[in-house]
T-cell receptor, first 114, second 115 residues
Framework: AQSVTQPDIHITVSEGASLELRCNYS??????LFWYVQSPGQGLQLLLK??????LVQGIKGFEAEFKRSQSSFNLRKPSVHWSDAAEYFC????????????FGQGTELSVKP | KAGVTQTPRYLIKTRGQQVTLSCSPI?????VSWYQQTPGQGLQFLFE???????NKGNFPGRFSGRQFSNSRSEMNVSTLELGDSALYLC??????????????FGQGTRLTVV
């Protein structure tokens, strides 16, 4: 069965430091991969997506992610974190052409210290 | 362009009652999906509707149902509410619902509390 694992439940980084959030997926075919961010009490905002092609994808707010098929990973990175990046981050895999179903990881809560 | 609109934003219901949540997708989007978010289970897929037809369904009991209207607006209904149904219910719309180039846009959710 398809699944997404985010190994880190909570991460704290200092403002200005670099960030990497890990995501591993299990999916038989070519995955459609997404990273979403959620602020408290809000919906999800798409940061970036990967469907095919270049394995390094750029997103909004200075985020990027790298798809590594050999490691079944899709890690999210940002070179310099801002206090406003504090939120919960979700990695998701789409089940492909036939439906809009997304399978989410458990999420990683990011705290930013001054 | 207006985003995905969910109403109401907050709801308090008593165990055993039923509830209906509404979702208006982005104009032109034909696919609407529903998710339940709880601290324990995370984000779980409920169902997806495309052109008024349920195209995909998650692993939830029959108390959870939905429908989609000809204008793509969707409702989900939960009957015989249980305390465990307390959650943030999120609706997402997309142009096609899956496949290259499509992405899901989420509403702000409806916070349901069952007492």
């Amino acid at each position: 069965a398809q699944s997404v694992t985010q190994p880190d439940i909570h991460i704290t980084v200092s403002e200005g430091a670099s960030l990497e959030l890990r995501c591993n997926y299990s999916y038989g075919a070519t995955p459609y991969l997404f990273w979403y961010v959620q602020s408290p009490g809000q919906g999800l905002q798409l940061l970036l997506k990967y469907f095919s092609g270049d394995t390094l994808v750029q997103g909004i707010k200075g985020f990027e992610a790298e798809f590594k098929r050999s490691q079944s990973s899709f890690n999210l990175r940002k070179p310099s974190v801002h206090w406003s990046d504090a939120a919960e981050y979700f990695c998701a895999v789409g089940e492909g052409y036939q439906g809009g179903k997304l399978i989410f990881g458990q999420g990683t809560e990011l705290s930013v210290k001054p | 362009k207006a985003g995905v609109t969910q109403t109401p934003r907050y709801l308090i219901k008593t165990r055993g009652q039923q509830v209906t949540l509404s979702c208006s997708p982005i104009s032109g989007h034909r696919s609407v999906s529903w998710y339940q978010q709880t601290p324990g289970q995370g984000l779980q897929f409920l169902f997806e509707y495309f052109s008024e037809t349920q195209r995909n369904k998650g692993n939830f009991p029959g108390r959870f149902s939905g429908r989609q209207f000809s204008n793509s607006r969707s409702e989900m209904n939960v009957s015989t509410l249980e305390l465990g149904d307390s959650a943030l219910y999120l609706c997402a719309s997309s142009f096609l619902g899956g496949g290259p180039g499509t992405e899901a846009f989420f509403g702000q959710g409806t916070r349901l509390t069952v007492v």
